[in-house]
């Protein structure tokens, strides 16, 4: 059997990332009878200017029909004024993938801990599991007037039960506690959202299950992150903490995530842009994408072991300072791409 | 004229700070020419306790007569079963004064940076202009389901248009630059935002006006924080935005806010909650009563003097370490508020 991984290159430094995880890729399977056939095809701003559109159908024909979705940064200035913009075609993957669960880590490791922007000396990791295809991102009406606008924050027990579920089976494999962030002292869906958490809580007798208020939670990630092990929270509350959860980490060029449903190919993508500024350099942070190829091999090809290889090889660089600039270092992308690779081929 | 002032006492260590800020506004306006009447009245788990609601009719009418409220910390576990619970008033006592503006100083001050708990070290000090009483607060429908539940974020052009004018006249106070905080490339009502206050901006040609997503704007927060100036934003992304910003200062005891309408009593209140764990033995923080107190003078009674005594004062307490135990300090409730006194009558 072989893998077949749909590579949407993303825009600006995305195919310069993307390439290096490729690299990656190519070395950590190398005799380790993992065969993969990769099928690139146009996303973002890259579908706006190849085929007018930035998720075009036969880009998500191949998504469907792919194992898994490799994901680069996409957007960026030059669509700006588009019709339909790249981030669009986020939104609209995610919908037409089912791809209800999305899945960040957040790792402070002691070779990491400098770079943060916060004092906190205690070990961090955590995992947020946001909900990523409803709620006010989805729901209707949404309406624009000549005099009021209006957003509908929805959600269906069915939407929340399934999230709920990712939620706790991964607190199972972790530290086995789970916070849910809501504002239930406010929202209805909030409520709803805390009867459901409850009852599917019964269910995990061996996880520890908390609720905590969205802007308590904010300043929880600030000041004693490593309280958290599963926040589990809906789409736009995740959206807010999750971005807020990266930074503390002061790496966002290191920050992996995926994104999956019940069944159909999952998608993995670096957490943050496609960082116009730097475009073309050769200096944009590949460890994202790395580290998104990492999270593949492990979910969605069960290759934990080859994913381990990864993210011990990561490590390694940066235990040795070979870090691009946003880290402080002075290494290329394909400087520390080659240092992992070579770390990968002795290690393999 | 003598001003008329609610004091809405609050629960658990509400009391404690309220007698605190009380005896300041004593001292600070003795020979002064500032005579004032005190109206107690009971507010929130108080409320519930001596009227069965949270917020009583009299209480409101109170308020209503009143030229300026203060407000101390409510809620607590004493009434977490209550029906309508102390938190029921909070929103209650907004709408019913129109106070559509919540505006949150956050100040990381040379004498406080050792509170933060992010490494920045350039200088913040910004203001958080938040609308308060419409949005997904109070928007309708708000439905809870056998299967599904809703609510609504809505906002009507006149909603915005004052909260707006809000943000801009205080930039123009300060160091005349906006940022508006919304959800543009996913929300309607944010667009409708982005539509009115570039209109308003206009007529403002001396501020610089940008935007930001909500999401990276709990980035910059950490980062960046001395970037910031005037934060206007809608009611739920300012109730995350201005909890995370007030955590960055690590001095949530010391931080008071104003809500105000266009006429009417505006109302005074420190950010943080009723702290049950250290009530009643004399240990909480009085400052951020003693600064609402301030925010009060300057800003319903246009006694901009009288309030700087008592920041003055407050700084000095700081810098000579007599802080209570948040701080990392040894001083009680009332060491705190006397040293502050004995300063503002050398002042005086
Ligand atoms: C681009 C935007 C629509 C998107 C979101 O809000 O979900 C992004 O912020 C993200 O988190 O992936
Ligand atoms: C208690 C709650 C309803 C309130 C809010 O969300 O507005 C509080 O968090 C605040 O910010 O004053």
Not at 53 to 63: E, H, I, K, N
Not at 198 to 208: N, S
Request: with cysteine; net charge negative.
């Amino acid at each position: 059997m072989t893998a077949q991984i749909a590579v949407l290159n993303g825009d600006y430094i995305g195919p310069e990332i993307m390439a290096a995880g490729l690299k990656v890729l190519a070395a950590v399977t190398e005799n380790e009878n993992f065969d993969y056939d990769l099928h690139p095809v146009p996303f973002g701003g890259e579908g706006i200017d190849k085929l007018g559109d930035p998720l075009p159908a036969s880009t998500l024909a191949t998504c469907k029909q792919a194992d898994a979705v490799l994901l680069s940064a996409i957007g960026g200035p030059k669509w700006d004024k588009a019709e339909r913009r790249p981030e669009t075609g986020l939104l609209e993957i995610r919908k037409a993938l089912n791809l209800f669960a999305n899945i960040r880590p957040t790792v402070i490791s002691p070779a990491m801990r400098q770079y943060s922007p916060i004092r906190n000396e205690s070990p961090v990791d955590f995992v947020i599991v946001r909900e990523l295809t409803s709620g006010i991102y989805f729901g209707t009406p949404r309406e624009t007037h000549e005099t009021y606008a209006l957003d509908t924050m929805r959600y269906t027990e069915n939407e929340i039960e399934r999230i709920v579920k990712v939620g706790f089976e991964m607190a199972m494999k972790r530290r086995k506690h789970v916070t849910l962030v809501d504002k239930a002292n406010v929202l209805d869906t909030s409520k709803f959202w805390r009867k459901i958490t409850a009852r599917i809580a019964a269910d995990y007798p061996e996880v520890t299950y908390d609720t905590s208020y969205v802007d308590a939670a904010s300043m929880k990630i600030i000041a004693n992150p490593g309280q958290f092990d599963v926040i589990l929270t809906e789409n736009l509350f995740g959206d807010i903490l999750s971005d807020e959860a990266a930074q503390i980490t002061g790496s966002l060029g290191t920050i992996p995530s995926m994104s999956k449903g019940t069944d159909g190919p999952a998608l993995y993508e670096p957490i943050h842009g496609s960082a116009p500024d730097i475009a073309g350099q050769g200096i944009a942070d590949p460890l994202s994408m790395i580290k998104s190829v990492a999270m593949m091999l492990a979910n969605s090809f069960d290759r934990q072991d080859l994913s381990d290889t990864i993210m011990t090889a990561v490590d390694q660089a940066i235990d040795d300072q070979i870090v691009t600039p946003d880290l402080g270092g002075t290494a290329t992308t394909d400087e520390v791409t080659d240092t992992i690779i070579k770390t990968i081929k002795k290690v393999g």
